[in-house]
């Protein structure tokens, strides 16, 4: 028997696994913008200014190797096939074509607090379906089931007074779920499964507010100033696993394969509005930031190869961003000094303006002086008595 290098024997060629690796990777793109702009309405008579800016960041980390080699595992994958074939078509004989669906929903809301300005609900339970079909086409199953628990908590109020009024709402959640999925169906090619599940958490904090004073007239013109505002918070969690069997015939398949991940996200905002007569300003603003993993990999072979691999990935973000809005109502202001100008013209309060208003302005204005000369001479009579007194005459 003639050995490997030995005279007359043909060397034997033993393939090598091709390996790709996709060195580690990381990228950050950064974005920012500005605005700004005025505008007067010559119709409205309103002037108006908005200025706005965001800046983000974005980091992202990748990381990959595969690992292939040539194979041929079709004999065992015709095998499967041809046993799944077989199985197709003794459920075609018989005739069988049924489906069997089944579910639950054990969701339940309870009243845990409740008065005139406040309450305090819960939600928990699980909830589930799924159905199988059998026929002459194969066999099919898919189903979910979920859990879920969730805490809100709502609150409000209201205050009025002679300087004015002003009211507020508040709503905080708190919640939790699970699920679980899968799919499997096998049919005269082979068999396909995949399941899914994943969970998360995450909790929001809302609240609104509204003040006003009671109006003034000026003019004519009514004003008041008045105040709103509205604050929102949210963070949130979840992680999420993913995988996939097949095993196929044509084409012969035999694979795994599987992804993971997991994130993390907040975010706050805020936004006000407030006037004062013909004067309002609103502004908002934002900043948020997430992060996320995941993972994937694959074994099994496909296409000829027999394929080993993964990779690895992350990222990065934050955000910020806000806007102002500047509103002036020339208009109102025109009109108010317009009033006021007619209200102290008007002297002999008339609703008119004529001469005779001239000899009612002079007339309070002499009386006003009279008044003035008495005070003065009040005062002065008063602080020599004191010095009088002080000094025993």
Known sequence: MARIGDSGSKPVSIPKPKVTVHKPKTTTKTASTKKSESNWDAGSKKWTAHAEGSY??????????????????????????????????????????????????????????????????????????????????????????????????????????????????????????????????????????????????????????????????????????????????????????????????????????????????????????ISAGPFSVHASGYASAGAEATASGVIGYQDGKLKIGGSLGAALGVGLGGKVDIEVDVGAIEKAAVGVAKDLADQNHDGKIGLDDVAAGAKNIASGAAHAAESVASGVGNAAKSVAHFFGW
């Open 56 to 273: 983000k960041k974005d980091t992202k980390y990748s990381s990959s190797k595969m690992t292939t080699k040539d194979a041929d595992i079709s004999k065992y994958t015709d095998k499967f096939g041809k046993g799944a074939d077989l199985l197709t078509k003794g459920l075609k004989a018989l005739g069988i074509d049924k489906t069997f669906e089944g579910g639950f929903d054990n969701i339940k809301k309870d009243t845990l607090y409740k008065s005139d300005n406040a309450s305090v609900t819960a939600k928990h339970g699980t909830t589930g379906n799924g159905s199988v079909t059998i026929n002459g086409d194969g066999i099919k199953a898919e189903g979910k089931v979920g859990a879920e628990a969730s805490v809100t908590a709502n609150a409000h109020g209201e205050v009025e007074g002679k300087y004015g009024k002003a009211n507020y709402t508040a709503t905080a959640t708190a919640e939790a779920h699970a699920t679980a999925e899968g799919t499997a169906t096998l049919n005269s090619n082979g068999l396909v499964a995949t399941a899914k599940v994943g969970a998360g958490a995450s909790v929001s904090v809302q609240a609104t507010g509204h003040a006003e004073t009671p109006a003034i007239t000026i003019g004519g013109q009514e004003f008041k100033a008045q105040a709103d505002g509205k604050l929102k918070a949210t963070a949130e969690v979840k992680a999420e696993a993913s995988g996939t069997a097949t095993i196929t015939r044509s084409p012969p398949t035999l694979m795994l394969e599987g992804k993971a991940g997991a994130s993390a996200v907040a975010k706050a905002e805020a936004e006000a509005t």
